[in-house]
DNA sequence: CTCCAATCGCAACTCGTGTTGCTTTTTAAG
DNA sequence: CTTAAAAAGCAACACGAGTTGCGATTGGAG
């Protein structure tokens, strides 16, 4: 019985075709994504991808993953109006362009696909985690006050691009970024999100 | 020619079962919801509902139009944070509960459907240009600086409820809405959508 | 080098969505 | 009441997604 997989074997050259495949198809326009394409352009049947992913779903999932595991730098310059500026232009960074198709994919087919529905979920429940240390930073320095609602706040920072990206469908440029973060550390400053 | 309907005609009949089938159909979950099986529950032929409404997001979009010409009561008490508390209120409600579970299915199959997006797009651009009132009032108090950016401040204080709604599947609650409201509040004042 | 198990390809099939051509019913004008 | 247009019903069909059974290929252990 196998226990490694060779990295040249064909399993995995078919399982990175598909994922290419997928990635490209995806830059044209998430409405033509479907199994059957993929297939075609990996040069694979479409039952291997059944087989291995079950779903259209599961493929994006994979590429999702793939962002997932990419470390990214959570701004700490020790103010955190700037801190939280930098993470939104971050933010931005990562839903436009093919993330940004891929997240829509995934979230437009999440009422209908349970599966869909947890990965996009558990993606950002971590991302938004992680982004909570800014919060935290500003606490340990005494810039917010203990038992400010860090979650609440990324929650807030976050949620416009949510909504420029699945329902008004408008740029998300730089300034937006900018406006996102600077109300949210308004309402920071303001004691919004105090501990009551 | 006919030139008007009678409004208990055979038409007239039909278009309403549909209707409330729909809404029924709406109330156990969008997943399940198919126009052959909305044409089962009223009782018609699905051919009757396809060349009538074309799609199921033409159901769904004629179900949301009767929302929008429900009339939204403004809020204008003479305090801008109030207003925006009580709008972030009647948010709520109209985006949980039947209304909620109408616009997801919309706003879900909008990239795979133009006309889907355009009648989301139309509801909530209507929307948001009625609740720029509540601060367009509070410049005409002189509460907040003349040329202030109503347009984005009404984005911010709307998005949260889309990112529980489409994304994170937790409840909006009023705690939640009174956050929002009062994180926008905070932002105004602090002069983040101030002219530049 | 040999061989067995895993995986892939291929083709046929199921199933549900949406379409089309035609007939029947309804409806409003005359 | 008669009649023609409009809309609904019905049945057959087209189409694509997803499934299944089986034979062919591949890859790693011995």
Request: net charge negative.
């Amino acid at each position: 019985m196998p226990v490694s997989q060779r990295p040249g074997g064909r399993s995995t050259r078919v399982r990175a075709a598909v994922l290419t495949a997928a990635r490209g198809l995806l830059a044209d326009g998430y409405a033509e994504l479907t199994v059957e394409r993929i297939a075609q352009a990996a040069g694979v049947n479409k039952t291997s991808v059944y087989r291995r992913w079950t779903d259209l779903e599961g493929v994006l999932g994979d590429l999702l993953s793939e962002y997932a595991s990419e470390v990214v730098p959570i701004p700490d310059t020790g103010d955190l109006g700037t801190d939280l500026e930098e993470l939104a232009l971050l933010v931005r960074r990562g839903m436009t362009g093919e993330p940004g198709e891929l997240i829509t994919a995934l979230a437009t087919s999440a009422p209908r696909n349970p599966r869909a529905a947890q990965i996009v979920r558990g993606f950002f429940a971590e991302r938004f985690r992680l982004a909570e240390a800014v919060v935290d930073h500003a606490i340990a320095r005494g810039e917010l006050p203990q038992g400010t609602d860090a979650g609440a706040a990324i929650e807030i920072i976050g949620a416009p691009f949510f909504l420029r990206l699945l329902v008004v469908n408008e740029p998300i440029d730089e300034e937006f970024a900018r406006r996102a973060a600077a109300a949210t550390t308004a309402a920071l400053h303001a004691g919004v999100f105090d501990p009551r």
